[in-house]
């Protein structure tokens, strides 16, 4: 099982933008299904976005088009976020799994597949 650290949470105004990261104890590139989760006080944890072995991304609705996932180097995986809004202020977290990546290129997909490894988590906060 590999070990996940993110980083790069903090608290922004409506609008600005952070980069989390999230480095794991061993290469994950092209090796492990990779996806970014957040959960909000009072909900349910959502996929936000991921990264299969194939170098394809999937990302929610909601984020589309203000977010980007990418893996940065052998063992790091980042999500850069744009435009953020008080709605997207959660804990993020980031998850792998080194098996065949969810066969649907969708969120539901993703948000669904069995992820065993998983950060302890980064609190991002939007103020409006």
């Known amino acids: 099982q590999v070990h996940l650290v993110e980083s790069g949470g903090g608290s922004v105004q409506a609008g600005g933008s952070l980069r989390l990261s999230c480095v794991a104890s061993?290469?994950?590139?092209?090796?492990?299904?990779m996806g970014w989760f957040r959960q909000a006080p009072g909900k349910e944890r959502e996929g936000v976005a991921g990264?299969?072995?194939?170098?394809?991304t999937t990302y929610a609705d909601s984020v589309k088009g203000r977010f980007a996932i990418s893996q940065d180097n052998a063992n790091s995986l980042a999500l850069r976020m744009n435009s953020l809004q008080p709605e997207d202020t959660a804990m993020y977290y980031c998850?792998?799994?080194?098996?065949?990546?969810?066969?649907?290129?969708?969120?539901?997909?993703?948000?669904?597949?069995?992820?065993?490894?998983w950060g302890q988590g980064t609190q991002v906060t939007v103020s409006s």
């Open positions: 998850a792998a799994e080194p098996r065949p990546c969810w066969a649907e290129r969708t969120i539901a997909a993703m948000s669904a597949f069995p992820f065993t490894s």
């Open positions: 061993m290469s994950t590139y092209r090796r492990y299904c």
């Open positions: 990264i299969s072995t194939d170098g394809t």
